[in-house]
Nanobody, 124 residues
Framework: QVQLVESGGGLVQAGGSLRLACLYS????????MGWSRQAPGKERELVAA????????HYADSVNGRFTISKDNAKNTMYLQMSSLEPEDTAVYYC?????????????????WGQGTQVTVSS
């Protein structure tokens, strides 16, 4: 059984930084691509960043490229999203994702496993 538990959300001023963490549990010998998505009120879900199981391949949405960094530590079963130069437009609920069918990241539709989400609010 796969479990994804996010933490680290909160309120931050524009220009500030925040780090999200996702503690994951996956079946032994599995190798899932993982990622972070977000959804703001009235907006579609967006795949913000994705990473291969090995951590060697990363993808970023244009909206966050250069500001956000995704990483993971399989020894700690934890994935991170370091967010810098935050903007009010980054305000959303952020979700940890896992793709149990692929070890390399694809599109948002490939991620069938979601965490419960953590709220990030950026004030101007």
């Amino acid at each position: 059984q796969v479990q994804l538990v996010e933490s680290g959300g909160g309120l931050v001023q524009a220009g500030g930084s925040l780090r999200l963490a996702c503690l994951y549990s996956v079946p032994t010998f599995s190798s899932y691509a993982m990622g972070w998505s977000r959804q703001a009120p009235g907006k579609e879900r967006e795949l913000v960043a994705a990473i291969s199981w090995s951590g060697h391949i990363t993808h970023y949405a244009d909206s966050v490229n250069g500001r956000f960094t995704i990483s993971k530590d399989n020894a700690k079963n934890t994935m991170y999203l370091q967010m810098s130069s935050l903007e009010p437009e980054d305000t959303a609920v952020y979700y940890c994702l896992a793709d149990e069918s692929h070890s390399a990241p694809g599109g948002l539709a490939d991620f069938g496993l979601w965490g419960q989400g953590t709220q990030v609010t950026v004030s101007s």
